[in-house]
């Protein structure tokens, strides 16, 4: 047997979350192909197996902590030829090598392998319904219901005893289930905090008392953006491609905000100003695991489409959970929209040790004062918070008309004016 153990995934970091189990126990694994998923403060870490086997003795279930070093299954030695079956019997560590199962297990679906993850069942115990003796999605639902109901009422035996029914056990992350006098069902589930959101936490606690924040706002014309997409969108995507989206021209234009005012692009270092000549800006995306900050190394080098591709590549790598710990460190600036998810207005917390956050909010029509005359017109709000200790009210407030000016004006980008 071979001890698989926690490997080292980052500078300082020591404990990390089981995300989930990405083979089961008594699985066959090829060497280099991935066993289980951690979960850091930072990313997600895939451990691949070191040596192609059989998963034996998983030791930490889904969504329970480790540190670094800690053996969390065993691999049985096996090559190719008889590693075929995905699921055997578990064998003793004094059992010789494995051989392949009488008849073939059932085959998982990749959504209920997902929910079998999550609730630590096996094949073993779920019926399957599917064509060809396929597991389906539903019918692990059903094991995860019945194991969930609430245990049927006890009834009189006949000699006068109250005889329980039996019950099916299984060990689910829910810690209370309570049945009210009128019949209602009353259930709790505790499930412990990700590790990425108990970062999130940390930090946002952490940026509320350790600086001096304060949110000003502007709103900004979308029309002349909208209008510069649909007219060169198929030649970008033709030429690049990659879409043309909104997030570019307020990257850039953050670029060009941060160039007229540093402090934006500064953070307090001690009694010390540290003042940066670079802009790593980072472009919070919501993640399989919740919202995430990638970041895009000097953006003041990069195109409309560096940028575009880079988001577009940090947003696939989020929702499966493949951002690494590097790609979130070192931010100098973060740009924040809410409006994708509908946000009308909001105050975004800058990210530590960051001085200024960027917040996007939804693109709504509404009427609008011009030459005079009332139109209608694609606008959106826009919010900085700042860190009021080092940035003063008029630096902020200039900071976003700058943005605004830009947006309303793009050909600015281009000209530097």
């Known amino acids: 047997m071979l001890e698989v153990k926690i490997p080292s995934v980052g500078e300082s970091i020591t404990e990390v979350q089981i995300a989930q189990w990405l083979k089961q ?4 694994v090829a060497k280099d192909e991935n066993i289980v998923e951690l979960e850091t403060e930072k990313a997600s870490v895939q451990v691949p197996a070191p040596i192609s086997g059989y998963i034996r003795n998983i030791r930490k279930k889904n969504e329970e902590f480790a540190n670094v070093g800690d053996v969390v ?7 190719a030829a008889s590693g075929e079956s995905v699921q055997s019997a578990p064998s003793s560590p004094s059992a010789p090598s494995a051989t392949p199962a009488a008849s073939d ?16 069942l096996s094949a073993g115990q779920v019926q399957p319904t599917g064509p060809g003796g396929r597991i389906l999605k539903e019918d692990v639902q059903r094991v995860v219901e019945a194991v969930k109901a609430p245990a049927p009422s006890t009834t009189p035996s006949t000699t006068g005893a109250v005889q329980p029914k039996a019950a099916p056990t299984l060990e689910t992350n829910v810690s209370t289930s309570m049945i009210a006098p009128d019949g209602n069902n009353r259930m709790e589930e505790v499930k412990p905090l990700s590790m990425i959101r108990r970062t999130i936490a940390a930090r ?37 491609g990659v879409k043309l989206g909104f997030m570019s021209f307020f990257a850039k234009a953050s670029v060009e905000a941060l160039r007229r005012f540093p ?15 670079y802009n790593d800006i980072g472009i919070a995306i919501g993640g399989g695991k919740g919202l995430v900050v990638p970041v895009l190394r000097n953006v003041e080098r990069m195109s409309f489409a560096e940028v575009e591709r880079m988001i577009g590549e940090y947003a696939g790598r989020a929702m499966e959970n ?28 800058v990210n530590p040790p960051q001085s200024a956050i960027l917040g996007l909010h939804a693109i709504q029509d509404r009427p609008m004062a011009r030459n005079g005359q009332v139109v209608i017109l694609p606008m959106m709000y826009l919010a900085l918070t700042y860190d009021h200790r080092i940035i003063d009210g008029r630096e902020a407030v200039s900071f976003l008309k700058t943005i605004k000016e830009i947006i309303e004006d793009p050909t600015r980008l281009f000209l530097e004016v």
């Open 322 to 349: 493949r951002l690494m710990p590097e790609d979130l460190e070192g931010g100098t600036f973060t740009i924040s929209n809410g409006g994708v998810y509908g946000s009308m207005l909001s105050t975004p917390i």
């Open 73 to 79: 299954c065993d691999l049985e030695a096996a090559d």
């Open 263 to 277: 402090t934006a692009n500064a953070e307090i270092r001690g009694n010390n100003i540290v003042y940066r000549h």
């Open 204 to 240: 946002l606690v952490q940026a509320q008392h350790s600086a001096a924040l304060l949110t000003t706002f502007n709103e900004v014309d979308m029309a002349p953006v909208m209008e510069l997409r649909k007219k060169y969108r198929d030649a970008f995507q033709e030429r690049h």
């Open 105 to 120: 297990p059932p085959r998982v679906m990749p959504a209920a392998q997902r929910m079998m993850g999550d609730q630590n």
């Open 25 to 28: 126990e008594g699985a066959w």
